[in-house]
């Protein structure tokens, strides 16, 4: 079967560090996207992975363990506006895309 | 402008009425998708499109029809509205290349009273 897991919701102060994490099982993996949604809006792309490790991109990260079905997101020096839905998504194959139900944080001042 | 546009953004309709939901991309991409979203059920595929000619049901397609007029026009049509399909619905593209991500639109929020 194919399943994707985050946890529902997460809470942080404004300049900390918070990592999101995503598990996930899925037959003919081809990579895993992180989305970030404001409440009512589109989802819109934050960062890639396919091979295992991490991608840096400022204050955004993404890490990959494969053999783990493992992947995180991690913010740094949170900010107020980076209160959203994180949607962690595997790639089946060349074209099909598998959500979780993502992970709302709040950003407390 | 949007590279990817939704119409309508919002629709309220009654029970039995037939809908059509539309989007179109300047991306240039081949790939057109349409999901659902629902509170804690993530973002469902509903259809998706390589091309013209090729249409494919996702998986969760009873209830609803599509067309894909040209490369860059997607519809959604859902034949006979029901209230379970009042949901946040979203078109998104892709290019052809695996690693590439999918582009959203805005989103149309339906209500089917």
């Known amino acids: 079967g194919q399943n994707i897991d985050q946890p529902t919701e997460m809470t942080a102060t404004e300049g900390a560090i918070v990592q999101i994490n995503c598990t996930y099982q899925?037959?003919?993996?081809?990579?895993l996207f992180w989305y970030q949604q404001h409440a009512g809006e589109a989802p819109t792309f934050l960062s890639y992975n396919v091979l295992d490790g991490l991608e840096e991109k400022g204050r955004f990260s993404s890490f990959l363990s494969r053999s783990k079905g493992y992947s995180y997101l991690l913010l740094k020096e949170l900010q107020m506006k980076d209160s959203a839905s994180y949607l962690c998504a595997v790639q089946r194959g060349t074209y099909k895309y598998i959500f979780g139900t993502g992970t709302r944080l709040k950003v407390l001042a | 402008d949007a590279d990817v546009t939704q119409t309508p953004r919002n629709r309220i309709t009654k029970t039995g009425k037939r809908i059509m939901l539309e989007c179109s991309q300047t991306k240039g991409h081949d790939r057109m998708y349409w999901y659902r979203q629902d509170p804690g059920l993530g973002l469902r595929l509903i259809y998706y499109?390589?091309?013209?000619?090729?249409?494919n049901k996702g998986e969760i397609s009873d209830g609803y029809s599509v067309s894909r007029q040209a490369q860059a026009k997607f519809s959604l049509s859902l034949e006979s509205a029901i209230p379970n399909q009042t949901a946040l619905y979203f078109c998104?593209?892709?290019?052809?290349?695996?690693?590439?991500?999918?582009?959203f639109g805005d989103g149309t929020r339906l209500s089917i009273l």
């Open positions: 998104a593209t892709s290019a052809k290349i695996s690693n590439q991500p999918q582009h």
């Open positions: 499109s390589f091309d013209v000619k090729d249409i």
């Open positions: 899925t037959s003919g993996f081809n990579g």
